[in-house]
């Protein structure tokens, strides 16, 4: 019997970018489109975040993007976004 976990199957491990940055950001009611240092775009619909869904154009305009471009974040509805959690496929802190 084999306990290794190369015998089990592969091991799912979450992505964790070391170079990807936020450079600016566009959001409306339907969607956040992200720009990264390095070219990458990353579009995601805002219906993911339940918080940012709520709030008000005016309240989602008001946005900072903190740490060097590590995260996003809203101070009027205290949300906080990783660039690393969209880059996986989404943010548990607001799902």
Same mark, same amino acid.
């Given at each position: 019997?084999?306990?290794?976990?190369?015998?089990?199957?592969?091991?799912?491990?979450?992505?964790?970018?070391?170079?990807?940055?936020?450079?600016?950001?566009?959001?409306?009611?339907?969607?956040?489109?992200?720009?990264?240092?390095?070219?990458?775009?990353?579009?995601?619909?805002? =219906?993911?975040?339940?918080?940012?869904?709520?709030?008000?154009?005016? =309240?989602? =305009?008001?946005?900072?993007?903190?740490?060097?471009?590590?995260?996003?974040?809203?101070?009027?509805?205290?949300?906080?976004?990783?660039?690393?959690?969209?880059?996986?496929?989404?943010?548990? =802190?607001?799902?």
């Amino acid at each position: 019997m084999s306990t290794s976990a190369e015998a089990n199957g592969p091991t799912s491990r979450a992505y964790v970018p070391t170079t990807a940055l936020a450079k600016s950001l566009e959001i409306d009611d339907a969607e956040m489109r992200v720009v990264f240092t390095n070219g990458r775009v990353l579009c995601v619909p805002i =219906q993911w975040f339940p918080t940012l869904h709520r709030a008000s154009r005016e =309240q989602r =305009q008001n946005y900072e993007i903190a740490g060097g471009g590590i995260s996003l974040h809203w101070p009027e509805i205290d949300e906080d976004l990783s660039v690393a959690g969209l880059l996986a496929g989404g943010d548990r =802190q607001s799902m």
